[in-house]
């Protein structure tokens, strides 16, 4: 495999943007920053907003993050990337190092086939230490952005922390903590597509240019305040622009504990706590729609190393992983919802039925993802024993996690309209309506398990050989009370219209046997330990344990119902009524059989 070590001085003293060590990822061949190219940014998307790394072309997704040994799991509706609100990683100061490993690595890592980014946290030592920082940036020397409209934008952002460890007692115990805060206001630069003044009153251009009246329906009046009223050119079509400079505020608190304890020579235990607490409030590109996000990401670990002798070692670790998340669109614009009891959804004007899709106009309402919830837990047992007999250097173990996933994460709670044109809007005539009547959260269960061998064998001094093996197991993504629901398909593969409901989602387990042979060499050709040529052969899988986005929008417990050239009076959805006259159902789900 190839690895990329990052030590603490190079996460110390390297510039980073942020404080967010991460970055520092990049500095390894083939890993690429893809932060920038999801859709979505910070609260504008209910994706998680961590960065996002590819590596050696694989999907961010596909990576797994390793604190002091155990799954450092984030949460939200599409992957569980770690990561604040303030889309960082905090936690400088208590990095001691962390370490990439990517392609064709050995049978000791598993459940991902992406890297597998390991981190290390520092500890106490018998000479007290720690530090006392804050770093402030602010829009004093800001230039004027060229869709600035009036004052330069407010930016202030603040990250401060402290962190101190010493020895309890010398040579025998130690402890080390590390506080870090993040505070942010910005002042975004709106350039907002709205339904220009002229359209307000009801006047659209023909085909001819010239205004004429189509006047402005009772229902689609109330949700014209929506936008933000024109203050820029007209672009022509009855679409205007609106200048603003909506105020996005974020929250990020991180903490770390950790205490190690010598017990003898032959034996140590180390027990670590971490927690990261953050919220966040951002306009989207239409400064009365605002999304609220909330995460909180805690891992709490103990690692006991025992030495038999020189060349036998045996570690020992359990540990808890928990990640929550929720994430909700606001506006604060009193508009009635079309969902009994709810916000006004989302609104779409010229653009498709996709969740929060492209448009002419942009889009107003709150969020189509709004009110999603989820928490993720994970509990985790490894051991793992490394033996060294003449140029062999063995490695075994086994690996356990039960995995929890309580959520809600059905979209369309609210409703969308999605009107094909800015004509048929002003008429109040939706074209698809878009909802989900009732939802109810679900809990989804899954047990993994592996167990592997290496065997590294040094030959000479120029030439090391890997061999492995690695077996991994899932029982599967269970219901915790018999409400998995998932649509199939006949013998012609027609999916059926109604969902077939059960304990699991799979009508086959492919993951109770999943072999995964290794094979690498690393060779010295020239003797000189400059020059190493790295080769590897290894079969690797994901294991599917985070498709609750995917599980969570079908009937009968979250149906989602559309509804085609309806008017905008009289449209009102009544939890827990039978749909409107006219719904078709959406149906969602995965391959029941999936590999």
Same mark, same amino acid.
């Given at each position: 495999?190839?690895?990329?070590?990052?030590?603490?001085?190079?996460?110390?003293?390297?510039?980073?943007?942020?404080?967010?060590?991460?970055?520092?990822?990049?500095?390894?061949?083939?890993?690429?920053?893809?932060? #920038?190219?999801?859709?979505?940014?910070?609260?504008?998307?209910?994706?998680?907003?961590?960065?996002?790394?590819?590596?050696?072309?694989?999907?961010?997704?596909?990576?797994?993050?390793?604190?002091?040994?155990?799954?450092?799991?984030?949460?939200?509706?599409?992957?569980?990337?770690?990561?604040?609100?303030?889309?960082?990683?905090?936690?400088?100061?208590?990095?001691?190092?962390?370490?990439?490993?990517?392609?064709? /690595?050995?049978?000791?890592?598993?459940?991902?086939?992406?890297?597998?980014?390991?981190?290390?946290?520092? #500890?106490?030592?018998?000479?007290?230490?720690?530090?006392?920082?804050?770093?402030?940036?602010?829009?004093?020397?800001?230039?004027?952005?060229?869709?600035?409209?009036?004052?330069?934008?407010?930016?202030?952002?603040?990250?401060?922390?402290?962190?101190?460890?010493?020895?309890?007692?010398?040579?025998?115990?130690?402890?080390?903590?590390?506080?870090?805060?993040?505070?942010?206001?910005?002042?975004?630069?709106?350039?907002?597509?709205?339904?220009?003044?002229?359209?307000?009153?009801? /006047?659209?251009?023909?085909?001819?240019?010239?205004?004429?009246?189509?006047?402005?329906?009772?229902?689609?009046?109330?949700?014209?305040?929506?936008?933000?009223?024109?203050?820029?050119? #007209?672009?022509?079509?009855?679409?205007?622009?609106?200048? #603003?400079?909506?105020?996005?505020?974020?929250?990020?608190?991180?903490?770390?504990?950790?205490?190690?304890?010598?017990?003898?020579?032959?034996?140590?235990?180390?027990?670590?706590?971490?927690?990261?607490?953050?919220?966040?409030?951002?306009?989207?590109?239409?400064?009365?729609?605002?999304? =609220?996000?909330?995460?909180?990401?805690?891992?709490?670990?103990?690692?006991?190393?025992?030495?038999?002798?020189?060349?036998?070692?045996?570690?020992?670790?359990?540990?808890?992983?928990?990640?929550?998340?929720?994430?909700?669109?606001?506006?604060?614009?009193?508009?009635?919802?079309?969902?009994?009891?709810?916000?006004?959804?989302?609104?779409?004007?010229?653009?498709?039925?996709?969740?929060?899709?492209?448009?002419?106009?942009?889009?107003?309402?709150?969020?189509?993802?709004?009110?999603?919830?989820?928490?993720?837990?994970? =509990?985790?047992?490894?051991?793992?024993?490394?033996?060294?007999?003449?140029?062999?250097?063995?490695?075994?173990?086994?690996?356990?996690?039960?995995?929890?996933?309580?959520?809600?994460?059905?979209?369309?709670? /609210?409703?969308?309209?999605?009107?094909?044109?800015?004509?048929?809007?002003?008429?109040?005539?939706?074209?698809? =309506?878009?909802?989900?009547?009732?939802?109810?959260?679900?809990?989804?269960?899954?047990?993994?398990?592996?167990?592997?061998?290496?065997?590294?064998?040094?030959?000479?001094?120029?030439?090391?050989?890997?061999?492995?093996?690695?077996?991994?197991?899932?029982?599967?993504?269970?219901?915790?009370?018999?409400?998995?629901?998932?649509?199939?398909?006949?013998?012609?593969?027609?999916?059926?219209?109604?969902?077939?409901?059960?304990?699991?989602? =799979?009508?086959?387990?492919?993951?109770?046997?999943?072999?995964?042979?290794?094979?690498?060499?690393?060779?010295?050709?020239?003797?000189?330990?400059?020059?190493?040529?790295?080769?590897?052969?290894?079969?690797?899988?994901?294991?599917?344990?985070?498709?609750?986005?995917?599980?969570?929008?079908?009937?009968?417990?979250?149906?989602?119902?559309?509804?085609?050239?309806?008017?905008?009076?009289?449209?009102?959805?009544?939890?827990?009524?039978?749909?409107?006259?006219?719904?078709?159902?959406?149906?969602?789900?995965?391959?029941?059989?999936?590999?």
């Amino acid at each position: 495999s190839t690895a990329g070590l990052v030590g603490e001085r190079e996460v110390k003293d390297l510039p980073l943007n942020g404080r967010s060590y991460d970055a520092l990822l990049s500095l390894n061949p083939g890993i690429v920053n893809y932060s #920038s190219e999801r859709s979505g940014g910070i609260g504008t998307s209910n994706s998680a907003v961590g960065s996002m790394f590819a590596v050696s072309g694989r999907r961010p997704q596909e990576n797994l993050f390793l604190l002091n040994g155990i799954e450092y799991t984030g949460a939200s509706e599409i992957n569980v990337t770690p990561g604040g609100a303030s889309g960082q990683l905090l936690g400088v100061e208590a990095v001691r190092e962390f370490n990439v490993v990517s392609e064709n /690595y050995g049978a000791q890592y598993g459940k991902r086939p992406g890297a597998q980014i390991s981190i290390v946290t520092a #500890s106490g030592a018998n000479q007290p230490h720690g530090s006392v920082y804050e770093f402030l940036r602010n829009s004093a020397f800001d230039a004027r952005n060229f869709f600035d409209f009036g004052d330069i934008p407010q930016f202030e952002r603040n990250e401060f922390g402290a962190s101190a460890g010493a020895a309890i007692q010398r040579d025998k115990t130690f402890v080390f903590a590390n506080y870090e805060g993040f505070r942010q206001h910005l002042g975004l630069s709106d350039v907002t597509l709205v339904p220009d003044n002229n359209a307000r009153a009801g /006047y659209l251009p023909n085909s001819s240019g010239v205004l004429s009246y189509v006047g402005v329906a009772a229902g689609a009046q109330q949700l014209l305040s929506l936008w933000p009223v024109q203050n820029g050119p #007209s672009l022509g079509g009855g679409i205007g622009e609106a200048y #603003s400079h909506p105020l996005q505020t974020i929250r990020e608190d991180f903490g770390t504990t950790r205490l190690d304890h010598n017990f003898s020579d032959t034996d140590a235990l180390f027990g670590v706590f971490t927690v990261d607490d953050s919220q966040d409030n951002t306009p989207t590109a239409n400064p009365l729609s605002l999304a =609220f996000e909330a995460l909180r990401e805690q891992v709490a670990s103990v690692q006991e190393t025992h030495v038999f002798s020189a060349n036998a070692l045996n570690s020992a670790r359990v540990g808890y992983s928990r990640a929550s998340y929720f994430f909700t669109g606001q506006t604060p614009v009193n508009v009635p919802g079309w969902v009994q009891g709810d916000p006004i959804g989302a609104v779409v004007i010229g653009g498709g039925t996709a969740s929060n899709g492209a448009s002419q106009i942009t889009g107003a309402g709150t969020n189509v993802g709004s009110n999603l919830a989820a928490v993720r837990n994970l =509990f985790t047992y490894e051991d793992h024993v490394s033996l060294t007999h003449g140029i062999h250097r063995l490695e075994a173990g086994v690996w356990v996690q039960r995995i929890q996933n309580n959520d809600n994460l059905a979209q369309n709670q /609210y409703g969308q309209a999605s009107f094909s044109s800015l004509t048929s809007f002003l008429a109040g005539t939706v074209g698809t =309506f878009t909802v989900v009547p009732a939802s109810t959260p679900l809990g989804w269960r899954s047990l993994e398990a592996a167990e592997y061998v290496q065997d590294s064998i040094r030959v000479g001094n120029r030439l090391e050989i890997s061999l492995g093996f690695r077996v991994e197991h899932s029982n599967g993504m269970q219901e915790a009370h018999g409400r998995a629901s998932n649509y199939g398909f006949d013998a012609n593969g027609v999916i059926q219209t109604q969902p077939a409901v059960g304990n699991s989602v =799979f009508t086959v387990n492919r993951g109770k046997f999943l072999p995964e042979p290794r094979a690498g060499l690393a060779w010295d050709p020239f003797g000189r330990g400059k020059t190493v040529i790295h080769a590897g052969f290894g079969l690797y899988h994901a294991q599917l344990d985070s498709l609750s986005y995917r599980l969570d929008q079908n009937g009968p417990f979250n149906t989602t119902v559309s509804l085609k050239n309806v008017s905008l009076n009289g449209l009102s959805i009544v939890p827990g009524a039978a749909p409107p006259s006219g719904s078709l159902v959406s149906p969602s789900g995965i391959q029941p059989d999936a590999w």
